[in-house]
């Protein structure tokens, strides 16, 4: 009976096996495909301008290139590098574990620095269509001050859940050498404007 049970046990175990192996090679599939459309649509976006027939992606790459910064503006040329990092997300999965936080924070990055840009640059087209729609509802709501403080403080949550870096422990690191070396440089320009001050004396 108990030998029984473990055959069937290891039964289960082998069918998660495969199922586990073949979740990470749709994963690896997905990364893969991410990376090849983060590529293509940054030799799209960084040869835009030159015409369809000098453009890297070809009449498609004009088109995507159009859309993105259409709708973001100059954000366009941050998003594949954006995708690129999701990608090795996808196509590392088997070494590291997927963060669902990483894609989630890009997505916040691109809905608070499109507005962000459009408000600090005073373009409406800056932030591409989306951030025009987005300042200017911030705008109505919070004012621009407002609007410049909260976008920024989003910035900084995306950062921190897509690095994983504590800005309160590399502040709590860089304080007291920047401390030692401003509280030295205070001293040697005390000690200088003494000795000037003997030297005019003694003259």
Same mark, same amino acid.
């Given at each position: 009976?108990?030998?029984?049970?473990?055959?069937?046990?290891?039964?289960?175990?082998?069918?998660?096996?495969?199922?586990?192996?073949?979740?990470?090679?749709?994963?690896?599939?997905?990364?893969?495909? #991410? #990376?090849?459309?983060?590529?293509?649509?940054?030799?799209?976006?960084?040869?835009?301008?030159?015409?369809?027939?000098?453009?890297?992606?070809?009449?498609?790459?004009?088109?995507?290139?159009?859309?993105?910064?259409?709708?973001?503006?100059?954000?366009?040329?941050?998003?594949?590098?954006?995708?690129?990092?999701?990608?090795?997300?996808?196509?590392?999965?088997?070494?590291?574990?997927?963060?669902?936080?990483?894609?989630?924070?890009?997505?916040?990055?691109?809905? %608070?620095?499109?507005?962000?840009?459009?408000?600090?640059?005073? %373009?409406?087209?800056?932030?591409?269509?989306?951030?025009?729609? #987005?300042?200017?509802?911030?705008?109505?709501?919070?004012?621009?001050?407002?609007?410049?403080?909260?976008?920024?403080?989003?910035? #900084?949550?995306?950062?921190?859940?897509?690095?994983?870096? %504590?800005?309160?422990?590399?502040?709590?690191?860089?304080?007291?050498?920047?401390?030692?070396?401003?509280?030295?440089?205070?001293?040697?320009?005390?000690?200088?404007?003494?000795?000037?001050?003997?030297?005019?004396?003694?003259?």
């Amino acid at each position: 009976m108990a030998k029984a049970r473990r055959v069937k046990d290891e039964g289960k175990g082998g069918k998660g096996g495969k199922g586990n192996e073949g979740l990470g090679l749709k994963a690896e599939a997905a990364g893969i495909v #991410l #990376l090849a459309f983060s590529l293509y649509a940054a030799v799209s976006l960084f040869s835009y301008g030159a015409g369809a027939a000098a453009n890297w992606g070809g009449t498609l790459g004009v088109y995507l290139s159009r859309v993105l910064l259409w709708a973001i503006g100059y954000i366009s040329y941050v998003f594949p590098l954006l995708m690129l990092a999701v990608s090795f997300e996808f196509l590392l999965r088997r070494v590291f574990a997927f963060r669902v936080a990483l894609p989630l924070s890009f997505a916040v990055f691109i809905l %608070s620095s499109a507005p962000l840009l459009n408000i600090v640059s005073l %373009s409406d087209t800056a932030g591409g269509a989306l951030g025009g729609f #987005l300042a200017s509802f911030f705008m109505s709501w919070i004012g621009a001050t407002g609007a410049m403080i909260i976008l920024s403080a989003a910035l #900084l949550i995306t950062v921190l859940f897509a690095t994983g870096i %504590s800005f309160v422990q590399i502040g709590i690191k860089l304080f007291p050498p920047a401390a030692g070396l401003l509280k030295s440089l205070v001293s040697k320009a005390m000690q200088a404007g003494e000795g000037a001050t003997e030297d005019t004396e003694e003259a």
